[in-house]
């Protein structure tokens, strides 16, 4: 008898003190949500998990699943997604830009614009101009016209689509490029698994897949929801555009970019929501070591849409933390206009807790006393290190969260963000930083 009651008493006493050590190290309520998160069954990325009953769905477009889910759309339409591609004809409000200075041999004018794409950052025109099927019959397409209007510096500038990837697989005329290959996957509703424009922008079935089954028969016809399985999956769905990608016709060695010449697609094409993206998407390669026009030669994106390509390097991304943990999917909030602050961070992290930071104090991680100008965790975790244009200030923040060293602006030339804020030369910063005792091998 006592010689039972000792150990379970031992026991009793550890399973109290982890019990209590883990409540201190996490704000409960939250630790449970995220513990469900982080432990679902990783489901591997080459499994379909698009309910059978979307199969031979259509889409039907956000008006559909406004009738049922107003709260959902009211929300979801106030945000930036749907207003991508906007109507030009419908309302010419939606051209942001000063088309008194458009330059003189611009290759469009006002009246003849059919859709806009983008306002915040950029603007870019679509006019139409059809293609021709294979049986000679006219197809609806767009081109891009010429010049973009710059919303951050509010100046007409060249635009040249082909300077992306697919330089050597389309002419460098714009009017050339249809916009079909090269971009209306990313910003149209239905483009990208259909091949047709069924709604401008953003919307409902871009991330929950066709729902006609389900708008008929919402018991029985159920639709995709990202996060209820594996979170590395649940992404995809955001994925799906946020990330930088190639033909994934290129993944096979003999097909080069010329080979593709007149066809290459930028976008996963045939993709819809649970479908595995990974057989649809080839991320578009980076060389360690080297920069070229979207990446630093340590692997961070310089330009915008690469939160993908940089998130997926994070250890948050390995551990299952997802792009919902700090963007409402319908909102899309938590940007430079809407920004949740430091607090967003806290919801997990806590001074001197296990995935850090390990310090026990702010003070003691950031070695900044609290104050209006001193920087918090986005400034020193997300620096703005990419551009919208050539043209642009630099206003896009990283997704890698990892802190990027001084030294790494020294090696390439990747804006860090201490040098943000000091206006100091980029050895006076690591020489700080080396004084504070970062080691050297963690600097990349
Ligand atoms: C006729 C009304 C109706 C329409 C139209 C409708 N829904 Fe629903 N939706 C429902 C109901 C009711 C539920 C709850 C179903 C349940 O609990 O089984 C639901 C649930 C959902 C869910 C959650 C599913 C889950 O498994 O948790 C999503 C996502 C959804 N709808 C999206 C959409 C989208 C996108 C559209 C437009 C394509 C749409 N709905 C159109 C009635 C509708
Ligand atoms: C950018 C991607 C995206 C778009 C666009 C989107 N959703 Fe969702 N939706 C999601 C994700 C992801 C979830 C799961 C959210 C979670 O688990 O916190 C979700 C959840 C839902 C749910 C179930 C949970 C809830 O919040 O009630 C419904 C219903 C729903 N969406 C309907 C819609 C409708 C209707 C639209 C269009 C007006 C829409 N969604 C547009 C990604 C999206
Ligand atoms: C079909 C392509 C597509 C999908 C899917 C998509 N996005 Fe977007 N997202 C865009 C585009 C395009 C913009 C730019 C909108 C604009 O400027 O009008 C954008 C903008 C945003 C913004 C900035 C919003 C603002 O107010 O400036 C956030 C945040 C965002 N997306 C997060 C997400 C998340 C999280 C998901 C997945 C749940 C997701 N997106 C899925 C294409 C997409
Ligand atoms: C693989 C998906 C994808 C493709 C292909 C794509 N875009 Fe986008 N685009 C996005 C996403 C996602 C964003 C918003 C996120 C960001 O900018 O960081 C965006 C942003 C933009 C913006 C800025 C929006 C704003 O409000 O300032 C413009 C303009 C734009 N794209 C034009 C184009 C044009 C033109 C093409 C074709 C030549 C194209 N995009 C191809 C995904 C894509
Ligand atoms: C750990 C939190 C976190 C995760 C995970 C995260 N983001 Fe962000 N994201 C942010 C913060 C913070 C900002 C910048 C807000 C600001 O400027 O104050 C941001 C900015 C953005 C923007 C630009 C908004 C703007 O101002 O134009 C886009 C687009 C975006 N995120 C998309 C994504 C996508 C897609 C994913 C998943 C691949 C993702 N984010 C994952 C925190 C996160
Ligand atoms: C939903 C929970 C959650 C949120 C919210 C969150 N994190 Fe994390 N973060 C984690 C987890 C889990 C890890 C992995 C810890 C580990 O394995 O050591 C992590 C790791 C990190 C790391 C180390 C990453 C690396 O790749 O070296 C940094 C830096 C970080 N987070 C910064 C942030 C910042 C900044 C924010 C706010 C914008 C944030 N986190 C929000 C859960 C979260
Ligand atoms: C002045 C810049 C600065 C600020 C502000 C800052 N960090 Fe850090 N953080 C760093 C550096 C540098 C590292 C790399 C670790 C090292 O070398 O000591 C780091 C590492 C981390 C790590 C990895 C674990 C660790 O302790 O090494 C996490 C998690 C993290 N920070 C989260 C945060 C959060 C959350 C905030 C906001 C409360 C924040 N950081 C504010 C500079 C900063
Ligand atoms: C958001 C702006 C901001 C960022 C980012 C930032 N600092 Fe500071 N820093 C300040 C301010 C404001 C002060 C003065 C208040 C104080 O001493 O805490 C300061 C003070 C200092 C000082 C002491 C005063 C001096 O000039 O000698 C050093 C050293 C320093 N920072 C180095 C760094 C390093 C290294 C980083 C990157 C890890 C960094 N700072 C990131 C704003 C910033």
Same mark, same amino acid.
């Given at each position: 008898?006592?010689?039972?009651?000792?150990?379970?008493?031992?026991?009793?006493?550890?399973?109290?003190?982890?019990?209590?050590?883990?409540?201190? =190290?996490?704000?409960?309520?939250?630790? %449970?949500?995220?513990?469900?998160?982080?432990?679902?069954?990783? /489901?591997?990325?080459?499994?379909?998990?698009?309910? *059978?009953?979307?199969?031979?769905?259509?889409?039907?477009?956000?008006?559909?699943?406004?009738?049922?889910?107003?709260?959902?759309?009211?929300?979801?339409?106030?945000?930036? @997604?749907?207003?991508?591609?906007?109507?030009?004809?419908?309302?010419?409000? %939606?051209?942001?830009?000063?088309?008194?200075?458009?330059?003189?041999?611009?290759?469009?004018?006002?009246?003849?614009?059919?859709?806009?794409?983008? *306002?915040?950052?950029?603007?870019?025109?679509?006019?139409?101009?059809?293609?021709?099927?294979?049986?000679?019959? =006219?197809?609806?397409?767009?081109?891009?016209?010429?010049?973009?209007?710059?919303?951050?510096?509010?100046?007409?500038? +060249?635009?040249?689509?082909?300077?992306?990837?697919?330089?050597?697989?389309?002419?460098?005329? #714009?009017?050339?490029?249809?916009? *079909?290959?090269?971009?209306?996957?990313?910003?149209?509703?239905?483009?990208? *698994?259909?091949?047709?424009?069924?709604?401008?922008?953003?919307?409902?079935? #871009?991330?929950?897949?066709?729902?006609?089954?389900?708008?008929?028969?919402?018991?029985?016809?159920?639709?995709?929801?990202?996060?209820?399985?594996?979170?590395?999956? =649940?992404?995809?769905?955001?994925?799906?555009?946020? &990330?930088?990608?190639?033909?994934?016709?290129?993944?096979?060695?003999?097909?080069?970019?010329?080979?593709?010449?007149?066809?290459?697609?930028?976008?996963?094409?045939?993709?819809?929501?649970?479908?595995?993206?990974?057989?649809?998407?080839?991320?578009? +390669?980076?060389?360690?070591?080297?920069?070229?026009?979207?990446?630093?030669?340590?692997?961070?994106?310089?330009?915008?849409?690469?939160?993908? #390509?940089?998130?997926?390097?994070?250890?948050?991304?390995?551990?299952?933390?997802?792009?919902?943990?700090?963007?409402?999917?319908?909102?899309?909030?938590?940007?430079?206009?809407?920004?949740?602050?430091?607090?967003?961070? &806290?919801?997990?992290?806590?001074?001197?807790? +296990?995935?850090?930071?390990?310090?026990?104090?702010?003070?003691?991680?950031?070695?900044?006393? +609290?104050?209006?100008?001193?920087?918090?965790?986005?400034?020193?975790? &997300?620096?703005?290190?990419?551009?919208?244009?050539?043209?642009?200030?630099?206003?896009?923040?990283?997704?890698?969260?990892?802190?990027?060293?001084?030294?790494?602006? /020294?090696?390439?030339? /990747?804006? #860090?963000?201490?040098?943000?804020? @000091?206006?100091?030369?980029?050895?006076?910063?690591?020489?700080?930083?080396?004084?504070?005792? &970062?080691?050297?091998?963690?600097?990349?």
């Amino acid at each position: 008898m006592k010689n039972k009651t000792v150990p379970i008493l031992v026991i009793g006493f550890v399973v109290v003190m982890a019990l209590g050590a883990l409540v201190a =190290a996490f704000p409960l309520k939250s630790a %449970v949500k995220f513990y469900r998160q982080v432990t679902m069954e990783r /489901i591997r990325s080459a499994v379909d998990v698009q309910p *059978s009953s979307q199969t031979n769905a259509v889409y039907v477009g956000s008006k559909v699943c406004a009738s049922c889910h107003a709260d959902i759309y009211e929300v979801q339409h106030h945000s930036m @997604h749907p207003k991508m591609i906007q109507d030009a004809k419908a309302d010419p409000a %939606v051209m942001v830009a000063d088309f008194a200075s458009l330059p003189a041999d611009a290759s469009f004018a006002k009246d003849e614009v059919v859709y806009t794409i983008g *306002s915040k950052f950029k603007q870019r025109y679509m006019l139409r101009k059809d293609t021709k099927a294979a049986d000679g019959s =006219a197809v609806e397409n767009y081109v891009i016209g010429n010049y973009e209007w710059n919303t951050e510096t509010q100046v007409w500038q +060249p635009y040249k689509a082909y300077k992306d990837w697919y330089h050597d697989a389309w002419p460098e005329d #714009n009017a050339q490029i249809p916009t *079909s290959h090269t971009c209306d996957g990313c910003h149209f509703t239905g483009f990208n *698994s259909r091949y047709t424009r069924v709604e401008p922008g953003v919307n409902c079935e #871009n991330c929950h897949g066709p729902g006609s089954a389900h708008a008929a028969d919402p018991k029985e016809g159920s639709i995709y929801v990202a996060t209820q399985q594996d979170p590395q999956r =649940a992404m995809e769905v955001c994925l799906q555009c946020h &990330m930088r990608n190639v033909d994934k016709r290129l993944e096979n060695p003999k097909v080069t970019v010329k080979d593709l010449y007149g066809d290459a697609r930028d976008g996963p094409y045939g993709y819809e929501p649970g479908m595995p993206l990974s057989k649809y998407k080839l991320q578009e +390669p980076f060389k360690p070591g080297e920069s070229d026009s979207k990446f630093y030669g340590n692997g961070v994106g310089k330009k915008n849409r690469m939160q993908g #390509n940089d998130y997926v390097q994070s250890t948050m991304y390995k551990h299952g933390i997802t792009c919902m943990n700090c963007h409402d999917p319908h909102a899309v909030d938590n940007t430079a206009v809407n920004p949740r602050g430091a607090q967003q961070c &806290m919801v997990c992290h806590k001074f001197g807790s +296990p995935i850090g930071p390990h310090q026990y104090s702010a003070v003691a991680h950031s070695r900044h006393e +609290p104050g209006p100008r001193s920087p918090d965790c986005i400034d020193c975790h &997300m620096p703005k290190v990419g551009q919208h244009t050539g043209k642009s200030p630099y206003t896009v923040r990283t997704h890698v969260f990892r802190f990027i060293y001084p030294q790494e602006s /020294i090696d390439y030339g /990747i804006p #860090n963000a201490c040098n943000a804020c @000091h206006d100091k030369s980029l050895e006076w910063t690591q020489q700080k930083m080396d004084e504070w005792g &970062m080691t050297t091998w963690e600097r990349h």
